[in-house]
């Protein structure tokens, strides 16, 4: 089975040029853990995960104030904490395939692209496990009825 099948197709997507405050509003609204990077072409050029987000904070969290924080989320842009170049793959490549890869680079999610490198999807490891979990609850239910 490949990629096509489980990956999320609406994704909410930045620019290099948004802000961390921005970025901070896209995780806590749309609760996703990674925001893929995008030019103006809609091609990928870079991903951006809470963790990235949170370690840009560190050095201000513990001793600013709060309107210091803020102050410097609304400065610093995406491109000063997204990670790029990005490991992305096509929506052919098979599940075992992504699952193999996210473990050997020790990601925790994948873009998919297109030919052009514009994104049309992305999985995490949360959606392959999803699916191996479901394939294994159809193969115990249908031994159970033959049995």
Same mark, same amino acid.
């Given at each position: 089975?490949? !990629?096509?099948?489980?990956?999320?197709?609406?994704?909410?997507?930045?620019?290099?040029?948004?802000? !961390?405050?921005?970025?901070?509003?896209?995780?806590?609204?749309?609760?996703? $853990?990674?925001?893929? @990077?995008?030019?103006? =072409?809609?091609?990928?050029?870079?991903?951006?995960?809470?963790?990235?987000?949170?370690?840009?904070?560190?050095?201000? =969290?513990?001793?600013?104030?709060?309107?210091?924080?803020?102050?410097?989320?609304?400065?610093?842009?995406?491109?000063?904490? =997204?990670?790029?170049? @990005?490991?992305?793959?096509? $929506?052919?490549?098979?599940?075992?395939?992504?699952?193999? !890869?996210?473990?050997?680079?020790? /990601?925790?999610?994948?873009?998919? @692209?297109?030919?052009?490198?514009?994104?049309?999807?992305?999985?995490?490891?949360?959606? /392959?496990?999803?699916?191996?979990? $479901?394939?294994?609850?159809?193969? !115990?239910? $249908?031994?159970?009825?033959?049995?």
């Amino acid at each position: 089975m490949s !990629l096509a099948a489980i990956m999320t197709k609406k994704v909410r997507v930045t620019t290099e040029d948004a802000t !961390l405050a921005s970025l901070r509003t896209l995780f806590t609204d749309a609760r996703f $853990q990674h925001v893929p @990077v995008i030019d103006s =072409m809609h091609r990928l050029v870079g991903i951006v995960s809470v963790k990235d987000y949170f370690k840009a904070l560190s050095p201000v =969290m513990d001793s600013a104030s709060e309107h210091t924080i803020e102050l410097y989320i609304q400065s610093r842009k995406v491109r000063q904490v =997204m990670t790029s170049p @990005v490991i992305s793959v096509s $929506q052919d490549l098979g599940i075992l395939q992504a699952a193999a !890869l996210l473990v050997e680079r020790n /990601i925790s999610c994948l873009p998919v @692209v297109d030919q052009q490198q514009r994104l049309i999807g992305i999985v995490s490891w949360k959606d /392959i496990m999803r699916r191996i979990v $479901q394939s294994q609850q159809k193969r !115990l239910q $249908q031994t159970e009825e033959e049995e």
